[in-house]
């Protein structure tokens, strides 16, 4: 089976968020760069279900060409293929990207196709939910989301996949080609090994330059970051002399 | 008029459907008009006995031969077919899992742009709203337009009130027109989960470990203390990669969101990603042996200590003084 995730290229953001003057980004100047726990769990299904049934694995991100970086980390936890939707400037909101991932999958779908495609759920940073959904709708393929267990049945041509609910699962059966987006948990995802690394930075990752299709429903104007009351921290003490102020609080918020 | 798409059980709406009822009516006053709700199942009736209370003055229950369980994108067309009939102002749905998959089948059919996790919205020809990123660590202002406005309410942030003015809802029946591909996606089976003990997402004591404790052995004092204190067990991403925990004990953006009375976090550092999942907390606790950790920022409680050192006194402590 031939698979497809996609990932989207985001900080890796650590204990406080900073925003960059402007107020349109987030600062990352002292930042590394990273994929969300979601897709990286979608990498790591699309490379399983590659290799136990012989077929390819393909990662997919549209952004600059920066973004190359998170395509060679999915290729140095074995995905096959690298492929880089490449745009120029500013972000796009999830319409565009939703119908450029989808046009250039309908190119593929003429050629050899996938029989699967693996989303994140929602995506690290701006979280919106949809572009699955509409990848899916624009392909006429059935999808469903929040999944956290999958399996394919390559024969039936099918997949089966759950989504947990309160006290238990609800099990979906799709037929191939389908489409997935997959929550962290999913699986474990591999650790890339040294080598592996190195390999994956002297394969290629194929380039499509892409364009903007319609104006943007939703449009970012500023972001912010939420008000906290930090710093009022009462210290009970060092180590295990800390221990009677600390049953004193558990005895006043009666969790004995 | 706004249409708000409800989820419940047994004709019970969730607490984040009155929460996004809330947020609906919200926007209804602004922009002058009257809250309709939308409803999948049997139980129309008795959902608008509750939801009148919350402002809405029709229930549309949708109903068809062929939809008998969940099919995300039957709801999604059924939805988008009374957008086609009633010409809403806007769609609001609760910002859950169904909420959001409804919506977005509802969003692509239309090719209408959607917001997820609103906070605040300023109801004019677009809409200026405030919405959730990083799973809330960052807000966005951003604008929405479209011919109908699209949007989620962020779960757990609005405070659900019923409206001063609420009455009854009436309720009409709608039939959509669905085609077969319309629900090739449909529950085929519920399986019920063999977990014990009390759901990390509902308890009321929650007692986690990150990095530093170290090993997977190292989480036998924490699993004792949890014991101790009729508590649940959590961990950081970290615990998890590192391989010392399973992926459901993970607390935080891309793991479970906890709201307990007191949450102990040990070894962890406090990671915007980890805060997002305990900020439901009334109380934190942490302890670490680093008095610059980001956690002792955002805690109520701090002990500067080796988690190795502190825990087995402080079960000594528990055992002595409640005799367990
Ligand atoms: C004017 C404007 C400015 C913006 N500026 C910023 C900004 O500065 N910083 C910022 O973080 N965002 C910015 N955005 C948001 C924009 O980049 C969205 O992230 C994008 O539209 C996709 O939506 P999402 O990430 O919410 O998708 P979701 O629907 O939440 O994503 C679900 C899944 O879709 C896939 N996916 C999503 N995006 C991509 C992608 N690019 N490539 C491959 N797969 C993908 C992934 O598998 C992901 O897990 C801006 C948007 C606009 C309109
Ligand atoms: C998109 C995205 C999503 C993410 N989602 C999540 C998520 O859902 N949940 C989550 O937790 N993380 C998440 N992360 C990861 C997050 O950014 C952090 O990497 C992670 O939370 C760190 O875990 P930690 O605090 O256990 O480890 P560390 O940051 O390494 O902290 C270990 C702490 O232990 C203390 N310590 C060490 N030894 C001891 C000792 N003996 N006694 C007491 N204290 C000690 C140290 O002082 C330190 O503060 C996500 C990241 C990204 C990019």
């Not at chain 1, 490449?86 to 796009?92: L, M, P, Q, T, Y």
């Not at chain 2, 199942?41 to 402002?55: C, F, L, N």
Request: net charge negative.
């Amino acid at each position: 089976m031939d698979v497809l995730a996609c990932l989207k290229r985001v900080p890796e953001t650590g204990a406080k968020i900073v925003l960059t003057e402007d107020q349109q980004d987030i600062d990352t100047t002292n930042l590394g760069f990273t994929m969300s726990p979601h897709e990286e769990c979608g990498i790591e299904e699309a490379v399983q279900i590659a290799e136990e049934t012989g077929g390819s694995a393909t990662a997919l991100t549209l952004g600059g060409e920066e973004a190359k970086e998170q395509v060679r980390t999915a290729l140095a936890m074995q995905a096959d293929d690298g492929v880089l939707l490449e745009k120029d400037g500013a972000e796009w909101d999830p319409q565009n990207v939703a119908a450029a991932i989808a046009n250039y999958i309908e190119d593929r779908m003429a050629e050899d196709g996938f029989d699967l495609l693996v989303f994140g759920n929602e995506s690290a940073d701006a979280g919106n939910y949809q572009v699955g959904v509409r990848v899916a709708e624009q392909l006429d393929l059935p999808i469903v989301t929040s999944i956290k267990d999958l399996e394919v049945n390559e024969e039936a041509g099918t997949v089966t996949a759950e989504r947990e609910v309160g006290g238990g699962s609800e099990v979906y059966e799709l037929d191939l080609p389908a489409v997935v987006a997959v929550k962290e948990g999913l699986n474990e995802p591999r650790y890339a090994s040294m080598r592996a690394r190195m390999r994956a930075r002297k394969q290629t990752v194929e380039s499509v330059p892409v364009e903007k299709e319609h104006e943007a429903g939703l449009e970012k104007v500023r972001l912010e970051t939420p008000e906290k009351d930090e710093g009022t921290a009462e210290i009970l003490g060092e180590g295990p002399e800390a221990v009677p102020e600390i049953m004193r609080v558990l005895r006043e918020l009666e969790v004995l | 008029m706004i249409l708000t798409f409800v989820e419940h059980e047994a004709g019970v709406p969730e607490d984040t459907t009155l929460e996004a009822l809330t947020f609906a009516r919200d926007v209804a006053d602004q922009t002058d008009s009257a809250i309709e709700a939308v409803v999948f199942g049997d139980e129309g009736p008795a959902v608008a006995d509750e939801v009148g209370a919350y402002g809405v003055g029709a229930v549309h229950a949708v109903s068809h031969p062929d939809l008998d369980t969940y099919a995300p994108e039957a709801w999604g067309e059924s939805v988008s077919q009374l957008v086609d009939e009633l010409s809403p102002e806007a769609v609001i749905a609760p910002g859950s899992d169904r909420g959001h998959e409804v919506l977005a089948h509802t969003a692509a059919k239309r090719d209408l742009a959607m917001a997820a996790n609103c906070l605040e919205v300023e109801a004019g020809d677009s809409y200026e709203l405030t919405r959730q990123r990083w799973g809330g660590t960052l807000l966005e202002h951003a604008r929405l337009s479209g011919e109908t406005k699209l949007l989620s309410a962020a779960p757990n942030e609005i405070s659900a009130e019923p409206a001063d003015d609420g009455g009854e809802a009436a309720v009409q029946e709608f039939e959509p027109d669905l085609e077969e591909s319309d629900l090739r996606v449909q529950i085929s089976s519920i399986e019920e989960s063999d977990e014990e003990g009390i759901p990390l997402g509902e308890a009321r004591t929650v007692v986690s470990g990150g990095r530093g404790v170290g090993s997977p052995e190292g989480f036998d004092k924490l699993e004792e203390l949890a014991d101790l204190l009729d508590a649940a067990i959590g961990s950081s991403r970290a615990a998890v990669n590192e391989g010392w925990r399973s992926h459901d004990d993970q607390i935080g953006q891309t793991g479970t969101k906890i709201s307990p009375k007191l949450y102990i976090p040990c070894g962890i550092s406090g990671a915007v990603q980890h805060m997002v999942g305990c900020k439901g907390a009334e109380n934190i606790m942490a302890i670490n042996t680093d008095p610059e950790a980001a956690i002792i920022q955002k805690a109520e409680y701090a002990v500067i200590g080796d988690l190795h050192e502190v825990v087995p006194e402080l079960n000594e402590a528990i055992r002595e003084e409640t005799g367990q």
